[in-house]
């Protein structure tokens, strides 16, 4: 199901050579971790190249000289290897501030022989003589071709590397999209450790595209996929799981990164899966990020997993969950629930539907005859409460100012905006919900003050 819109591009090479650094170079953000220390990248990290008004996909590897009997290091050499057959054209990087390794040459034994189109990347060539450095001899590693020197840290030489990119692709007919032409769904899937977040990204994936792994924090940094399902696109990020503040504090630096940027790429996404372990019940981390995504502007559908593991169930159990869930989660009680198992894909295949419906929803617009009759009957079945200041305020008129998510502006003639009891705001979403599907989508509304009065 992984898309074929995009030609793709991997980056290929040992472990500190900066593949990280020059992938978001060519993204353009700072989504892949960026550290000295060795392994950082675990998962292959995908994202879009724009270059020239043309998209390809760039996918970021794991270091291959890692060690084979350490398990997670064994699933880091899995997914470089298949980055490796997947990609259209690889970039071997090396490091020419020092001098070949022979793990280098190991690795430029192997590429020699695939036939895929290799560009030998020299980086970290911020000075003259380390340039130079790529038209020597032992920089012709086992006969491919000479590097061409970058500095991923500063930019330069990146411009000619992607036009010698885009011109390899363009060459075996693996042409660059048009960036309007993708048009793509943005989904986070995030969770607290071990829910089987990359469980579920491998079933909605169709291969074993995430690492999963019993050992928590298997996952340390937003990883993305874009999917081609029937005629939509969709891009898919996996987040590593959030634990509590406290715990992530004295976890060092990387996680602290990593959950930073999942946070970021929540506020990004159209629609985010929270995803819950069936056999648990909800603790503080699950009602942090259930407090994290209420304020996102995201949509978010509750994605209940493990659910084959629920013992004893009957026809009333899932409503039951569906009322414990109410309960604990406040902020999102508006988000539809899905129960799900992930390794047996049970109902995985539902998903997309319904981030296609909650998607819909964040778009709908209301027009202003319709919002005037609203609030009419709104008005006459529940008159504004009270809430500071003296004198009742009253309700002037409802506006959507915009959607994505749908944001409302309630006009009082009052000389407060907190003349209005918070409770009416309740009152007024509450009556919108009941009239119009906005199920899974967040409704801000917002009180002004008429001008005249607020003079």
């Not at 259209?88 to 695939?114: G, H, M, Q, Y």
């Amino acid at each position: 199901m992984t898309s074929n819109n995009l030609p793709t591009v991997a980056l290929i090479g040992r472990t500190n050579v900066g593949k990280s650094t020059l992938f978001n170079r060519m993204i353009e953000q700072s989504k892949a971790l960026v550290s000295a220390t060795a392994g950082t990248t675990r998962d292959r990290n995908d994202g879009e190249c724009l270059w020239r008004g043309k998209t390809i996909r760039v996918v970021d590897t794991g270091g291959l000289d890692v060690n084979k009997r350490d398990e997670i290091e064994k699933n880091i050499l899995i997914q470089s290897e298949l980055a490796m057959k997947e990609a259209d054209v690889i970039l071997f990087v090396v490091d020419l501030k020092n001098p070949p390794l022979p793990s280098d040459l190991e690795l430029a034994s192997k590429l020699w022989k695939t036939k895929t189109p290799i560009i030998v990347v020299g980086n970290k060539a911020e000075k003259a003589a380390e340039r130079r450095r790529a038209h020597q001899p032992d920089w012709r590693l086992r006969g491919l071709p000479a590097p061409i020197a970058v500095s991923a840290t500063q930019g330069s030489g990146v411009g000619d590397l992607l036009d010698l990119v885009y011109e390899k692709l363009n060459e075996i007919g693996k042409h660059p999209v048009d960036y309007a032409e993708l048009n793509a769904t943005r989904v986070a899937v995030i969770g607290k450790p071990n829910v089987g977040k990359s469980t579920l990204l491998n079933a909605l994936v169709g291969t074993d595209r995430f690492i999963t792994s019993s050992i928590a924090h298997t996952t340390r940094e937003p990883n993305d996929v874009l999917l081609h399902v029937g005629d939509k696109n969709y891009l898919i990020y996996d987040t590593a799981g959030m634990r509590k503040h406290a715990k992530i504090s004295k976890g060092g630096g990387l996680e602290k990164m990593a959950v930073d940027k999942n946070e970021w790429v929540i506020r990004q996404s159209d629609v985010s899966l929270l995803v819950l372990d069936a056999t648990e019940p909800i603790g503080t981390q699950e009602k942090h990020l259930a407090g994290i995504l209420g304020d996102s502007g995201a949509g978010v559908i509750i994605i209940v997993n493990k659910w084959d593991l629920v013992k004893d169930k009957d026809v009333s159990t899932m409503n039951e969950y569906r009322k414990y869930l109410l309960g604990e989660l406040p902020f999102i009680t508006w988000a539809p629930v899905m129960f799900v198992s992930a390794l047996t894909k049970q109902r995985t295949s539902t998903i997309f539907k319904m981030i296609d419906d909650v998607s819909h929803n964040r778009s709908i617009e209301l027009d202003m005859k319709e919002l005037d009759g609203f609030l009419r009957e709104a008005l006459r079945t529940h008159l504004p409460s009270l809430g500071k200041g003296k004198n009742p305020p009253k309700v002037m008129g409802l506006k959507q100012v915009s959607t994505k998510p749908p944001k409302f502006d309630l006009t009082l003639k009052a000389q407060r905006t907190d003349a209005l009891h918070p409770s009416y705001l309740r009152f007024i979403e509450n009556r919108l919900r009941e009239l119009h599907d906005f199920k899974g989508t967040p409704i801000n509304i917002k009180v002004r003050i008429a001008t005249a009065v607020s003079k």
